[in-house]
């Protein structure tokens, strides 16, 4: 998980000018898809008190990003079926919804580090993409 989270948008700075809404959004979706399936893999915690891979992934995917698509597919899909051929920044709602990727991407990030301390992996600082 720690290594789609690095390698995603979910944790990769976006310019506002640069790069896809709908791409953005995608990649994120699959992020999703991933840790679901990943999930049943993963041997389960047993009573521990301290965080695990799965309220890692539990919180990724319903604190942080199923409310972020939620609210964003909705918006996006009908305006790119109206729109197919505009470019990404003239979507009325692009940089608020780049906005709210910055702060869900920090949030991600944090989630990120978790998941790699308990991977114990070292610097995983070093391992994301710079903000």
């Known amino acids: 998980m720690f290594f789609e989270l690095a390698t995603r948008i979910a944790t990769r700075p976006l310019d506002d000018q640069i790069g896809d809404d709908g791409k953005a ?3 994120l979706y699959k992020f999703v898809i991933t840790t679901r399936e990943a999930l049943p893999d993963v041997e389960p915690s047993r009573g521990t008190p301290t965080p695990s891979v799965e309220t890692y992934a539990l919180e990724l995917i319903n604190r942080d990003l199923s409310p972020f698509l939620s609210k964003w597919h909705v918006e996006w899909d009908p305006w790119r079926k109206q729109n ?5 920044h003239h979507w009325p709602q692009h940089t608020t ?7 869900l991407q920090a949030a991600l990030r944090q989630r990120a580090l978790g998941l790699a301390k308990l ?3 070292p610097s995983p600082e070093d391992l994301l993409p710079p903000v």
């Not at 197919?84 to 990404?88: F, I, N, Q, R, V």
Request: net charge neutral; glycine share 6%.
């Open 97 to 103: 919804v780049r906005r709210e990727l910055r702060n």
């Open 25 to 27: 959004l995608e990649s």
């Open 119 to 121: 991977g114990i992996l």
């Open 84 to 88: 197919p051929t505009e470019l990404c």
